[in-house]
């Protein structure tokens, strides 16, 4: 069945460090794929889309993407923390349909 | 409104008891979707409308989960009783159009004790 995984369900970085979290998908098919994010007590909110246009995708907040089919990863990178960036981050997955698939998510812990 | 509008926030409800939640998505939006969130869990496909009908309802997990969107607009989610793994946020989401980009709301946060 098709899936995606999260690798870490916590990550911590320290601020001005690079971020990365992890994300693998598994279909033999390229799906669509996205990156959400979910502040405390808040909506999610669509950080960045991949639909097969570009493999490198940037999005908001300075987030961006590449896809990559050989590995079949669709990492989450920032170059640089900030303290804002502390929620939590969704990968999921959908074949253009309406039905989005989650991963678990990974919690992101900034250290000032 | 300006976003995705789900009421009640927080409800606290006795196991066996009917419950509804209500959504009420973006101005124009044809599309909208229900997901449930379990703590520690990614969000969980329920249901998606595009307009007053259910295009795919196959995330419903059993006969007392049920939807409807009379007139294309709002939305409410009614669970018949509750038991307490039905505990979860419930959220809801809509769209202008079918595979555009997907806005949410906050969330509705269940407790059956």
């Given at each position: 069945?098709?899936?995606?995984?999260?690798?870490?369900?916590?990550?911590?970085?320290?601020?001005?460090?690079?971020?990365?979290?992890?994300?693998?998908?598994?279909?033999?098919?390229?799906?669509?794929?996205?990156?959400?994010?979910?502040y405390?007590?808040q909506g999610l909110q669509l950080?960045?889309?991949?639909?097969?246009?570009?493999?490198?995708?940037?999005?908001?907040?300075?987030?961006?993407?590449?896809?990559?089919?050989?590995?079949?990863?669709?990492?989450?990178?920032?170059?640089?923390?900030?303290?804002?960036?502390?929620?939590?981050?969704?990968?999921?997955?959908?074949?253009?349909?309406?039905?989005?698939?989650?991963?678990?998510?990974?919690?992101?812990?900034?250290?000032? | 409104g300006a976003g995705v509008s789900q009421t009640?926030s927080?409800?606290?409800?006795?196991?066996?008891?009917?419950?509804?939640?209500?959504c009420d998505p973006i101005s124009g939006h044809?599309?909208l979707?229900?997901?449930?969130?379990?703590?520690?869990?990614?969000?969980?496909?329920?249901?998606?409308?595009?307009?007053?009908?259910?295009?795919?309802?196959?995330?419903?997990?059993?006969?007392?989960?049920?939807?409807?969107?009379?007139?294309?607009?709002?939305?409410?989610?009614?669970?018949?009783?509750?038991?307490?793994?039905?505990?979860?946020?419930?959220l809801c989401a809509s769209s202008p159009?079918?595979?555009?980009t997907i806005y949410f709301g906050e969330g509705?946060?269940?407790?059956?004790?």
């Amino acid at each position: 069945a098709q899936s995606v995984t999260q690798l870490g369900s916590h990550v911590s970085v320290s601020e001005g460090a690079l971020v990365l979290l992890r994300c693998n998908y598994s279909s033999s098919v390229p799906p669509y794929l996205f990156w959400y994010v979910q502040y405390p007590n808040q909506g999610l909110q669509l950080l960045l889309k991949y639909t097969s246009a570009a493999t490198l995708v940037k999005g908001i907040n300075g987030f961006e993407a590449e896809f990559k089919k050989s590995e079949t990863s669709f990492h989450l990178t920032k170059p640089s923390a900030h303290m804002s960036d502390a929620a939590e981050y969704f990968c999921a997955y959908s074949f253009g349909n309406e039905k989005l698939t989650f991963g678990t998510g990974t919690r992101l812990t900034i250290i000032p | 409104g300006a976003g995705v509008s789900q009421t009640p926030s927080n409800k606290v409800t006795e196991k066996g008891k009917y419950v509804e939640l209500r959504c009420d998505p973006i101005s124009g939006h044809t599309a909208l979707y229900w997901y449930r969130q379990s703590l520690g869990q990614g969000p969980e496909f329920l249901i998606y409308f595009q307009g007053t009908g259910a295009a795919d309802d196959s995330g419903l997990p059993n006969d007392r989960f049920f939807a409807v969107r009379p007139e294309g607009s709002v939305s409410t989610l009614k669970i018949q009783r509750t038991e307490r793994g039905d505990s979860a946020v419930y959220l809801c989401a809509s769209s202008p159009i079918s595979g555009n980009t997907i806005y949410f709301g906050e969330g509705s946060w269940l407790t059956v004790v």
